[in-house]
């Protein structure tokens, strides 16, 4: 599966950014979409998710309420709406994607930063 991401940049606190990401592939192994972050000098951390089948969602506790992920089947899309962004919402995002068999891919990353 390869991803591709789009949608990142600059944006002041308190405003919104969508982020979408287009899989290719083999996209048919696909069980469950995300996206991930990673700030300076911190770990990767799961943002939000979608499930391919169902559209059950999970969202971290930092965003729940701000941020909402979507999923388009046909197109083989997600998106991440961004509402209220913070400073410390900055870092590179991730799209993911876990196959069945539990196998991970990775889109190259967007950056995202949130000025003060």
């Known amino acids: 599966v390869q991803l591709v991401e789009s949608g990142g940049g600059l944006v002041q606190a308190g405003g919104s950014l969508r982020l979408s990401c287009a899989a290719s592939?083999?996209?048919?192994?696909?069980?469950?979409m995300g996206w991930y972050r990673q700030a300076p000098g911190k770990q990767r951390e799961l943002v939000a998710s979608?499930?391919?089948?169902?559209?059950?969602?999970n969202y971290a506790g930092f965003v729940k309420g701000r941020f909402t992920i979507s999923r388009d089947n046909f197109k083989n899309t997600i998106d991440l709406q961004m509402n209220s962004l913070k400073p410390e919402d900055t870092g590179v995002y991730y799209c993911?994607?876990?196959?069945?068999?539990?196998?991970?891919?990775w889109g190259q990353g967007t950056q995202v930063t949130v000025s003060s």
């Open positions: 993911n994607t876990r196959s069945y068999s539990r196998i991970d891919s």
């Open positions: 592939g083999s996209t048919w192994v696909i069980n469950v």
């Open positions: 979608i499930t391919r089948g169902s559209g059950s969602t």
